[in-house]
């Protein structure tokens, strides 16, 4: 195990009629005015709004909305609640959403405090020294963006799609009132459950051989999620089954998984799965089922002792070498997100073949990456290519 420095700044208000709670932090901190952030029906659907509204107009608190926060959120609208904020009377940034609208606030938070645009800080062109604060109520568990300093844009003007990191947008404090997902989509539940289940294989699948310990706990939430995500698709309404999912996707992407590793995860799939909703809309977790797979496929026979041990853990497989353990491992995870009825494929999300080329090089764009192996832009494709 290496040597490690972890904090994680966010408090955490967990469990049912909750909201009401955000009151005494927002006014402690003495918070006068937000600027509440949001997406689409869904929060009126699940009474994430009413229950929001009514806590911040009891606690005297004004509040200004920005709205209509897509999946796969853009740079446009981070610069609308920039403008907004800027506009004055707005000392905190209230997201009320999932993973995509928790993304835009820590982007109009830092953008807010910055006299150039908001977009330089994901080229690298500036580095985040200011923000607003977040005080945020979670309405879909995937992206654990309610517990971490990360930030995912889309930049249609560009056809890139990625992410920010920085100590200075953590939330202060998140409500987690698994409540509120009890009205989502299936697909919004498989493929959020996806995408936490993706933040802890590209921990454990990292070639890190020093961190049994934080493995281990991984396993345990990997098996947690394969356990919680077909009892939520027979019964949404299932209370303990969202309170576990959404404390597990905490937890999965909330920096712990990474403490005393020599290195801090593999993002491989991340990276290549963010270029197919960048160029054709499809949902995170969808495009993580299709190259997760393949990534593995692609790296497994040079590397297997990972894939090996999530087999044994995970999947109770020990017979045969390494790499016969490794495959069977591969092949078991690809089935499960086939029973849930995760894409797989590039075919069943309806991109041609002539496409790959394209996706390889948006999501290469000239560079190497990768953790467990550095890929090229020639493995990219190849990657892609197994996709298919």
């Known amino acids: 195990m290496q040597n490690f420095f972890w904090q994680n700044s966010t408090a955490i208000i967990f469990g049912k009629d909750t909201v009401k709670d955000l009151a005494e932090h927002l006014k402690r901190d003495g918070v006068k005015g937000v600027l509440l952030v949001y997406g689409g029906k869904g929060i009126f ?6 229950q929001t509204t009514e806590m911040l107009t009891k606690a005297g608190i004004k509040f200004s909305e920005v709205n ?3 999946p796969n959120p853009r740079v446009d609208k981070v610069r609308e609640g920039i403008a907004r904020v800027k506009a004055g ?6 997201p009320v959403g999932g993973g995509s609208v928790f993304d835009s606030a820590k982007a109009i938070a830092a953008g807010s405090c910055y006299s150039g645009d908001v977009w330089d800080f994901f080229e690298g062109k500036a580095k985040i020294e200011k923000a607003l604060p977040i005080y945020g109520v979670l309405t879909a568990s995937a992206s654990a963006s ?4 990360f930030a995912v844009i889309s930049n249609p003007e560009c056809e890139i799609k990625t992410s920010i990191n920085s100590p200075f947008v953590y939330p202060k404090v998140s409500v987690i009132d698994p409540s509120f997902q009890i009205t989502l989509p299936q697909k919004q539940t498989v493929y959020g459950g996806v995408d936490i289940i993706a933040h802890i294989l590209e921990r454990v699948l990292d070639g890190d051989e020093g961190s049994d310990l934080i ?4 396993y345990a939430l990997i098996r947690t999620m394969m356990r919680v995500i077909p009892e939520l698709i027979e019964n949404p309404k299932n209370y303990d089954a969202r309170a576990e999912y959404a404390l597990a996707g905490a937890m999965a992407h909330c920096g712990f998984l990474s403490v005393g590793r020599r290195v801090r995860g593999d993002f491989s799939s991340h990276r290549m799965g963010h270029s197919l909703s960048m160029l054709y809309g499809i949902a995170h977790g969808a495009s993580l089922s299709i190259v997760m797979p393949a990534w593995a496929r692609y790296l497994y026979e040079e590397n297997p002792v990972p894939f090996a041990r999530l087999g044994e853990a995970v999947f109770d497989i020990y017979d045969g070498t390494d790499e016969e353990k490794a495959l069977d491992a591969i092949e ?3 089935d499960f997100f086939k029973d849930i009825k995760s894409p797989t494929t590039l075919r069943e999300v309806g991109i041609k073949e002539e496409d790959i080329e394209k996706i390889a090089a948006n999501a290469s764009r000239g560079e190497t990456f990768g953790t467990l192996q550095t890929l090229e832009a020639e493995d990219v494709l190849e990657i892609f290519r197994l996709a298919y």
């Open 146 to 149: 309610e517990v971490n300093g």
């Open 45 to 50: 659907k699940s009474g994430a709004y009413t």
């Open 89 to 94: 009377g707005i000392d905190a940034i209230l």
């Open 215 to 218: 493995d281990e706990q991984g």
């Open 332 to 334: 078991a995870l690809e």
């Open 68 to 70: 209509d926060v897509k």
